[in-house]
């Protein structure tokens, strides 16, 4: 029965969890190797980077999990080295990874936006496939599904209780989809559209973050930053604002007429998420049924996704980085 997992081992004493890490990275460098001439990047970089990043990612991926999970591993600090049992964040990573990333380009003389242009999509892909780790791993599941007709795979997953199993929200699913999506449409667009190094990456965190923004409230298993205030909706909601301030200003600097159509949208895209802010750090009232809170985090995701393409299809037309360039 799909539902559940029929073990956590692909075979012998090697985990499905680890097993798909490895599949994601391999991918994500195999695909940023073909992107490395095009981007005008030095031949080997991807390498190089590579064995630089993945150690470091996984390690920040671990110290963002174990600091938020503290409780977990303080009478027990051995187990913070068994990462095969589950229990990395991908923000760590990604953090990790980019400061690795920005000392890498430091040392090597190369552009930092070019390498992250380069291995973003890869890296989101590696996402799609790493979440299915958590599904052998029977661990980032949603909420209870107490209605009958919604109990099936891949809606829900089976997860033992106290009582027995137990059908729960397959968020591992729903984020693994939504990075599919994600993956696709950086394909594409960085042939079609996009026209600033850098591009591709903030995309990728944005379209991320307003994904993750909505699917982390199903989560059952969610890293807290305090009592109340989960740490991956209150980072989707910086990066957002983060990366709609920096449209907001290369549409400023444009010569193109300031209009309504454009101005609105981001400014209720920046008040949403101030709110977002305010009520998923608690200041707010958050006793919302569950239906409600989905509406609210879907409207906040759809406001600034919309608000990004409008603003960005606005922006100077700079020269496209990689259509011109041959292989």
Known sequence: ?????????????????SFLIVIGAAFAVFLASKEEK???????????????????GI??????YVAFSWPQFKDDLLSILRVWEGGIAIYGAVIAGLLAGWIFCRVKKISF???????????????????????????AYGLLITNPSLCFFPFGVQIQGASGLEWHMATFFYESLWNI????FLMIARRKWFRYRGDVFFFYAFLYACG?????????DSLYASSSIRISQLLSVIVSLFLLIRYVWLFRTTEKVHSPLTIFPVFLAVVTDLAASLWLS????????????????AGCSTVNIISLFIL???????????????E
């Open 312 to 326: 960005y299809g606005r922006c100077s037309e700079g020269e496209l980085i990689y259509a011109d360039i041959k």
């Open 1 to 17: 029965m799909l539902s559940v997992p029929y073990s956590r081992m692909l075979f012998g004493v090697v985990p499905w969890y």
């Open 181 to 184: 999506f994600v993956f696709i």
């Open 59 to 64: 390690i920040g991926a671990r110290i963002y």
């Open 113 to 139: 936006l070019a390498l992250c242009d380069v291995i973003a999509p890869g890296l989101i892909l590696a996402q799609a496939l790493g979440r299915w780790g958590n599904y052998f791993n029977q661990e």
């Open 38 to 56: 095009r981007a005008g990047l030095p031949k080997g970089t991807i390498i190089d980077f590579a064995l630089i990043a993945l150690p470091c």
């Open 282 to 297: 608690g200041l707010l009232h958050t006793d919302f049924p569950v239906l409600t809170r989905f509406l609210l985090l």
């Open 212 to 220: 993750r923004l909505i699917i982390e409230d199903f989560r059952m």
